[in-house]
């Protein structure tokens, strides 16, 4: 192209008769009637060359233009099989439009140019000036949606004027299919009553049928309204299967049938529960079953209640705000010990590793799975960061132990020392962003994980052996349970014992919060074994310092705006991570406070603890923020943030939550 195409783009003559009209309105005002005639007449005369030019300077704009795109049939014409609009891109100037489009829009050729966002609000062409040569929006006119296509044509000289081929293409019926594709899309479920067991047990059989109508009425109700199959598998299994369409009402809902299955209670006065598994997205109906599956044991693995929706990249929560019931069996801890012993068996090296700034539960649970590592005769290490911690008393003690003083090893030098027969045992965190050392869990090909805090989505796989309770008290408490079907009390040393009941101490608040039956039962195995509460206790003790500190952080609290039970203690200066747990922990002695969120600075990162006696879940809160834990105790780590913008997002978390 050369100078042709901006001879053919000169500027329009809205200027010049604007001063053409000066002229005849003066001689007016000046009452020279002749004048001004003679005036109208020029600029009438004007105005029709201009029109005549300009109709002439368009066909030959439209027939360059059909020179230069092969894929324009009859610019001009009605022969156009699709709206279509020729602008300016240094400018968005329109300069021709077919028939098609002026029906489409209205759009009227004027005097005066007109610009594209006057035709088309919010219409750009940023992206045709980039090279691109489709719209990355669809555009919907009159009722009807289109998706737009474009050419560039520019001239060999940089500096002439660009233009810009915009066609329309109406995909209204085509998008109408598939929407409807994507609406009648089968989203598989399975509804689990997840403890049934429970509200049956020492029923009889009259009782139990009549439990069980109960609840299938229940649920039948529910899932009338759907539309959908509802088929029963087993005695407390269903599979129900919908279109997608009607997914986005249960979600709205918040899956009411979890609240409502709360109603039906057996003559004890339990509650029933279910968990609810979806899957959406999937290619095929097997598939959808297994996201459905998964979605299942995740929300078992964070203590059941609740519905989890599952999809190709993605978990979506729904309930679990109650708190977990006891559900184990000591036959899968039995299972799980000996398929732990079989594996540490068959390797050349363990490994064990807690998570980040290991506390005394991560190091406890990890003596634990030491001593069956000794018990094996296998060679073991622990991977910890001796420097960032909060258990360096209990460190110091057992490094004093022949057996132990060279056991705790870095990551980096673990990633040396690993090969392809070793053993990874993971111990008080199922997240892989939160191991001590996330290269050496991905070094290593058998991984075991044994945790009790709520399953995260992010969570740790493929896993060999998993011993996931997040009715547990804590990861000690579940070590000790496997040695009791693994060792003999003679293979336990002092220390181990010690270090597992310390574990137990701490995430029980000595045997205050989450403790069940399970939980006695372990700590009586530790005391026949020689732990002494005494000394533990004295893990847990502060210097004056340390507890003049804790009340200043107590002293920082202050009550959310809207639920006066929560408290928050928001700290400009960093603090510890076991203080600032202690001061959670504190905060709930306060008469009328259940839940206490204390966040302080540590680097480029704010640190949150949160506890919890009440109803407020702050797992669940905390989540969201790229938390994690469970009903009574939890923690995150927010990056990037300031602890004024932690504080409204956790603000936020929280109205959220209470809000659902």
């Known amino acids: ?52 030019i300009r109709e002439r300077r368009k066909k030959k704009l439209a027939q360059y233009i059909q020179n230069n795109v092969d894929s324009m049939n009859d610019v001009r014409g009605a022969k156009a099989p699709f709206p279509m609009l020729v602008v300016r891109l240094d400018d968005d100037g329109i300069v021709l439009a077919n ?31 980039s090279g691109k040569h489709e719209y990355p929006y669809d555009l919907t006119l009159e009722k009807r949606r289109f998706r737009v296509y474009g050419t560039m044509i520019t001239a060999d000289d940089p500096a002439q004027t660009r233009l810009g081929v915009i066609y329309f293409t109406d995909l209204t019926e085509l998008y109408q299919v598939r929407d409807e594709y994507i609406r009648s899309r089968p989203v598989v479920s399975i509804i689990l009553v997840d403890n049934y067991e429970e509200l049956t047990k020492n029923l009889t059989e009259g009782a139990i049928s009549t439990l069980n109508a109960r609840i299938n009425d229940a649920i039948t109700k529910w899932t009338e309204s759907y539309h959908g199959l509802l088929r029963k598998l087993e005695r407390n299994r269903f599979l129900f299967v919908f279109e997608k369409r009607d997914l986005k009402q249960a979600m709205t809902e918040k899956f009411s049938i979890l609240e409502d299955i709360h109603e039906i209670t057996n003559p004890s006065g339990l509650p029933a529960s279910i968990s609810f598994g979806v ?114 008393r209990l460190i110091d003690e057992i490094r004093q132990v022949p057996e132990y003083r060279d056991v705790f090893i870095s990551g980096d030098e673990a990633l040396v020392q690993c090969d392809n027969r070793s053993t990874l045992v993971v111990v008080d965190t199922n997240r892989p962003d939160q191991v001590e050392c996330k290269n050496l869990l991905e070094a290593i090909p058998k ?77 009586a195995f530790l005391r026949q ?69 204390v966040m302080y600075p540590d680097g480029d990162q704010v640190i949150i603890s949160a506890r919890s006696i009440g109803e407020a879940n702050v797992q669940m809160i905390l989540e969201p923020l790229g938390g994690g834990g469970n009903t009574a105790t939890a923690g995150a780590q927010m990056r990037g943030v300031t602890v004024a913008q932690a504080l409204d997002r956790l603000v936020a978390s929280i109205d959220q939550y209470y809000e659902m």
């Not at 003559?13 to 109208?40: E, K």
């Not at 005097?111 to 006057?118: F, G, M, N, P, S």
């Not at 009550?559 to 504190?586: C, F, M, V, W, Y």
């Open 1 to 52: 192209m050369n100078k042709r195409l901006g001879r053919l783009l000169r500027p329009g003559m809205g200027l010049y008769l604007l001063f053409l009209a000066v002229f005849p309105v003066a001689a007016f005002l000046r009452d020279d009637i002749a004048l001004a005639a003679l005036g109208l007449g020029s600029m009438a005369m004007a105005i029709g060359t201009y029109l005549i």
């Open 447 to 523: 991984v075991c994980v044994v945790d009790h805090h709520r399953r995260a989505a992010d969570y740790i796989k493929p896993v060999v052996v998993n011993l996931h309770e997040p009715y547990a008290s804590s990861a000690a408490e579940l070590v000790t349970e496997l040695l009791q079907y693994a060792v003999e009390k003679k293979d336990v040393l002092p220390i181990e014992v010690k270090s597992l009941m310390a574990g137990i101490f701490l995430d029980t608040k000595s045997f205050n919060v989450r403790t069940g039956e399970r939980t006695f039962e372990a700590a």
């Open 279 to 392: 899957g959406v997205d999937a290619a095929t109906f097997e598939e959808g079953y297994e996201f459905a599956a998964l979605a299942i044991e995740m929300s078992l693995s964070r203590g059941g209640d609740q519905a989890v929706v599952k999809d190709r990249l993605n978990f979506n929560f729904y309930g679990g705000r109650t708190k977990e019931a006891d559900h184990r069996s000591k036959v899968r801890s039995r299972v799980t010990a000996n398929s732990l012993m079989e594996l540490i068996g068959g390797s050349s090296r363990v490994f064990i590793m807690g998570h980040k700034n290991a506390d005394l539960d991560a190091l406890g649970a990890a003596m634990g799975i030491a001593c069956l590592c000794r018990k094996k005769l296998k060679d073991f290490k622990i991977v910890l960061d001796l420097q960032f911690n909060a258990a360096k």
């Open 529 to 597: 074994l020689g732990a002494d509460t005494v000394e533990v206790k004295k893990l847990l003790q502060n210097d004056y310092r340390e507890t003049m500190a804790k009340y200043e952080i107590m002293r920082a609290a202050q009550s959310h705006r809207a639920h006066k039970e929560i408290a928050i203690a928001a700290l400009e200066a960093s603090t510890t991570r076991i203080l600032a747990a202690q001061a959670a922990d504190e905060l709930l002695n306060i008469q009328g406070i259940t839940a206490s969120f």
């Open 99 to 129: 028939d098609a489009f002026v029906r489409l829009t209205g759009f009227h050729d004027m005097l005066t140019e007109r610009q594209v966002t006057d035709v088309l609000p919010g219409f750009h062409t940023e992206w045709l000036s």
